[in-house]
């Protein structure tokens, strides 16, 4: 059985509203740290079997980005499968977050590698708005469609 990873991905209007921003997340500790295109997300985490996908969705929002999500209608997009063969259930959300607020929680690891000490990192060490052409550089191949998905929905509703 697959991993399945559940997560938000929020969008808005760019402060002249003249087009789309979408929020995206960059993974923390030092496998991460410097990389760029390619390597951010969607605010997301794993759930199991006993947890609505929503719901934990919700949750890993508020764990990486120290924020509660945004109330609005979400969106439920074509869940996708990650390189790994992690399966990504994802709900875009109209919404907004100050990446300057960012809290997200930590995790240990042993750094440098075989050296006995464990390090505690973020799980997310930034946040950013990006436009829907540079976030499909900066996302990870296999959450790609998510934007696609989105913006052919965002056009096609004409939404605010």
């Not at 002249?16 to 997340?25: N, R, T």
């Not at 390090?119 to 790609?144: N, T, V």
Request: hydrophobic residues 35%; aromatic residues 8%; charged residues 30%.
């Amino acid at each position: 059985m697959p991993k399945k990873s559940a997560g938000l991905l929020l969008y808005r209007r760019n402060d002249d509203k003249s087009q789309w921003e979408l929020l995206l997340v960059h993974p923390g500790g030092p496998f991460w740290r410097k990389k760029d295109d390619g390597a951010w997300t969607i605010p997301k985490g794993e759930f199991d079997d006993s947890e609505n996908p929503l719901d934990a969705a919700r949750r890993e929002f508020k764990e990486e980005l120290g924020a509660d999500p945004p109330a609005g209608d979400p969106i439920k997009l074509k869940p996708v499968k990650q390189a790994g063969g992690k399966i990504v259930h994802c709900w875009a959300v109209a919404g907004d977050f100050d990446p300057t607020t960012l809290h997200s929680n930590t995790f240990q690891q042993e750094w440098p590698p075989k050296s006995g000490r464990m390090r505690e990192f973020p799980e997310i060490d930034r946040a950013a708005w990006y436009s829907p052409e540079i976030a499909k550089q900066k996302i990870i191949g296999g959450q790609l469609p998510l934007i696609d998905e989105l913006m052919a929905i965002l056009v096609s509703e004409a939404r605010p």
